[in-house]
């Protein structure tokens, strides 16, 4: 399947020709019915011809501005990449005075309200959904989308991470629908969001071109926010519900069926088969199902301008596009059409990404959201304690390192503390993953944004039982995040990890108990000298395990921890617990739980 990007040059020259052909259409058709009305000629024909934009957000991820919460500062970029909705606004503005604003729509893919201190601060600090009996304020993304009059938007999978109440409070104070065509009511089984929306662009003398605009999202919500949805809405795949509703946008008489859905291209699934519906489906999604003309597709977090599938049945080609995550890109669609027969016909379509560094922030959008942005940054600032030594991120990919620990001993302190008696007198370990390489928590005084740059997730915790052979199964799984490096090899960091697209999110690290990765073995034979306070575990040793809700529910595809039995659950995110751990003690001291319990070997000899 082709790849066809259009560089910013020709889309430009071919806006310039496009603009300017619109210009002197609209010129003429004005002074026509001019004339008619002074009777002094006849009404003007019918167009033959019509042009159209959908432009494309996706995984905003409450990103506003281009500021980064955790380094509290505006983020560097060596290729000079910018983001934020403030700047796809002024792409937005631009394109419209370009074209006209009655032949743009403009449409999201979702992951819109987490991601950022703004979003986490809205969700729990100040929560939209309203505290202590008083009404809550608008979501800042709200007020953005508003003022940018979105016509639509895809619901993302992290649209459910504070739960039902909020994403629907989101909703009310959207004036656009959320879509989710494959989010149903887990007890009539009807959508629980509406499936599609039919816009009109206006076509002066002819029949309206009709665009329906169907919403998919992620099924993997039914096992990352398991918590959250359990038993109120569950979640089917991308392609049967297209194959239902596709179908209904053409009885409708839509001239352009548009999806926009949260998920990937490349038919890959992170969840093995703990459900039976593909993550990233959106290709699948093109070739199977009939009638379908163009794809916003989201999830990703990549930017791919233009992508091309032949549906198996039509023969006919599908257009997708995905523009990078944040606001960093803005998807163009370009829709030329022909009248035939009373019916509108697509004659052309392309697609491509813009680049939003080459805008400033929208006046207005700053203008409106600038209060809420400097809230957050003074809230995030707060100095919650200290820190007796620097920790960082920079090497925990590779190595055991206190700032892990950290997260660690925060984990099992809580799941500690929450166990029934014959629970505690289990062995008690942990699980976590680096999220950022760039975290750091500094020596001297400690804020909160400090913690939420480690911990960037709203994961809430378990405490779950396995056994001495499920666990080193785990590990095994986690140490295919390596790269074999066989025995005099040099290793090179630079290379070491990420393979099998098993991205860093996805690594976890135990605490609690010793072992050796020898990245020289192969996948499923790494994992050494797997011990437990000095003693070798045993195949049929039980352990509790402090684990986030994520991985707890199957995320990532890890074996046994989504089935295994409940020994500690809570509602608390990890990250509040990480505050509230450098509150109460007032010092983060890592020589009190830093402890190097695994490390990388090759043939047994230390890596590092």
């Avoid at 309200?113 to 703004?118: A, H, P, V």
């Avoid at 290709?283 to 003309?293: E, S």
């Avoid at 944004?449 to 994961?459: C, I, Q, S």
């Avoid at 609690?512 to 195949?539: F, H, M, P, Q």
């Amino acid at each position: 399947m082709p790849v066809n990007p259009m560089n910013r040059r020709e889309f430009v020259q071919k806006s310039a020709v496009t603009g300017a052909a619109v210009a002197v259409a609209g010129t003429v058709g004005a002074g026509s019915a001019q004339a008619a009305e002074q009777g002094h000629g006849k009404p003007p024909k019918a167009p033959k011809t019509w042009s159209f934009s959908i432009l494309g957000t996706t995984d905003l991820h409450s990103h506003v501005f281009n500021w980064d919460y955790y380094t509290n500062a505006a983020p560097v970029d060596s290729k000079g990449n910018t983001y934020g909705i403030a700047r796809i606004a002024t792409l937005v503005k631009n394109i419209r005075k370009e074209k006209g604003a009655g032949r743009v729509l403009l449409v999201d893919a979702g992951d819109i309200i987490q991601g950022t201190s703004l979003a986490s601060y809205y969700a729990s600090v100040d929560p939209i959904t309203g505290k202590d009996g008083k009404r809550g304020p608008k979501h800042p993304m709200a007020i953005a989308m508003n003022e940018m009059r979105y016509d639509a938007a895809a619901l993302g999978n992290h649209e459910f991470n504070y739960g039902i109440e909020v994403v629907r409070t989101f909703e009310k104070q959207c004036k656009f629908p959320l879509l989710g065509a494959n989010a149903l009511d887990a007890k009539t089984l009807k959508p629980a969001f509406e499936p599609y929306t039919v816009k009109h662009i206006k076509v002066p003398g002819a029949p309206d071109i009709k665009v329906g605009i169907l919403g998919l999202t992620n099924p993997g919500i039914a096992l990352w926010d398991k918590d959250n949805v359990n038993g109120k809405m569950t979640f089917t795949g991308l392609v049967e519900q297209a194959k239902k509703y596709v179908p209904r946008l053409r009885a409708l008489g839509c001239d352009v069926v548009f999806l926009t859905d949260h998920s990937g291209l490349d038919g890959s699934t992170s969840w093995g088969d703990s459900l039976p519906y593909v993550e990233n489906a959106s290709n699948l999604v093109a070739q199977q199902v009939p009638g379908i003309d163009a794809i916003l597709v989201g999830h990703t977090h990549v930017d791919v301008p233009t992508y091309t599938v032949k549906n198996e049945t039509t023969g006919e080609d599908v257009l997708l596009s995905e523009p990078y995550c944040y606001g960093y890109r803005l998807s163009v669609f370009d829709f030329e059409l022909e009248l035939e027969r009373g019916c509108w016909k697509i004659t052309s379509k392309t697609a491509t990404t813009l680049n939003s560094n080459t805008v400033q922030e929208d006046p207005r959008i700053t203008e409106l959201l600038t209060a809420d942005h400097n809230l957050v940054v003074k809230y995030v600032n707060t100095a919650i304690g200290t820190c007796t030594t620097a920790m960082s991120t920079a090497e925990a990919c590779w190595k055991d390192v206190p700032a892990i620990d950290f997260i660690q001993q925060v984990q099992m302190d809580a799941v500690k503390a929450g166990l029934s008696a014959a629970d505690a007198a289990l062995p008690l370990i942990s699980v976590a993953a680096c999220f950022s390489r760039t975290a750091t928590i500094p020596a001297g005084d400690v804020t909160i944004r400090d913690v939420a740059g480690l911990y960037v997730y709203e994961n809430t915790l378990y405490g779950k039982k396995l056994t001495g052979a499920q666990l080193k199964d785990y590990l095994e799984f986690a140490a295919k995040y390596y790269h074999q490096v066989p025995v005099g090899t040099a290793v090179d960091t630079a290379t070491l990890t990420n393979a099998n697209s098993f991205w860093d999110y996805m690594y976890d690290m135990a605490a609690g108990v010793d072992y050796e990765i020898d990245i020289a073995a192969a996948e499923g034979s790494r994992i050494k000298n797997l011990s437990y306070n000095g003693t070798a575990v045993a195949d049929d040793q039980v352990f509790v395990v402090a684990v986030n809700n994520y991985r707890a529910n199957g995320g990532s595809g890890y074996p046994h921890i989504a089935a295994a039995e409940i020994a500690y659950a809570s509602t608390n995110q990890v990250r509040d617990l990480m505050v509230a751990y450098a509150t109460a003690k007032g010092s983060i001291d890592p020589s009190t739980f830093s402890a190097t319990n695994w490390k990388l070997t090759q043939g047994g000899t230390p890596v590092f």
